[in-house]
């Protein structure tokens, strides 16, 4: 097996606590879905506040990968790499069905950059794999609150 950066499994805490990230987006949407008044309107802040910080965090990979990388096209890696944290602020102060909308898209965009303009050449295979199982799971999620809100 070739052992470059872009061709390594990732270990697999990795995967554990990709998967395990999910909970708190499944106890929202079940929260906005099965709950009425107060509690409903917590777990609607919630969801919105953990999408938007998972998202920012999405950004924070990308100035690790800088520093791994410096060199040529890093000042494009680290805008990259703000750009979720700045459109996961709009979300926090959007009304709830647009923040949710927002960020479904915010993160079905971040990984097509990831996928079609980086690629295996900048993120390791194994990475972009779980990212897009990962991807599809938040936006499915991010979408069912919508949804949930009527």
């Known amino acids: 097996m070739n052992s470059t950066p872009e061709s390594r499994e990732l270990p697999a805490a990795f995967s554990t606590l990709g998967y395990a990230g999910l909970v708190p987006f499944i106890a929202c949407v079940l929260g906005v879905a099965l ?13 919105i506040a953990y999408g938007a910080v ?19 096209g890093t000042a494009r890696t680290l805008i990259a790499g703000v750009i979720p944290s ?3 602020w709009v ?19 971040f990984w097509l950059y990831e ?3 980086l690629g295996e050449t900048v993120l ?8 897009r199982y990962l991807t599809v799971a938040v936006c499915s999620l991010l979408a069912l609150g919508v949804l ?3």
């Not at 709950?35 to 969801?47: F, S, V």
């Open 124 to 131: 390791p295979q194994s990475y972009l794999r779980l990212r």
């Open 35 to 47: 709950l009425d008044g107060e509690p409903r309107e917590l777990a609607l802040r919630a969801l």
């Open 54 to 72: 998972i998202f920012s965090f999405l950004g924070a990979v990308h100035w690790g990968v800088a520093l791994l990388r410096a060199g040529p």
């Open 91 to 109: 979300a926090l102060l959007l009304p709830p069905r647009l923040a949710l909308t927002l960020l479904v898209v915010c993160f079905g965009v």
């Open 148 to 150: 949930a809100l009527g």
């Open 115 to 117: 996928h079609r303009v």
């Open 86 to 88: 700045l459109a996961a």
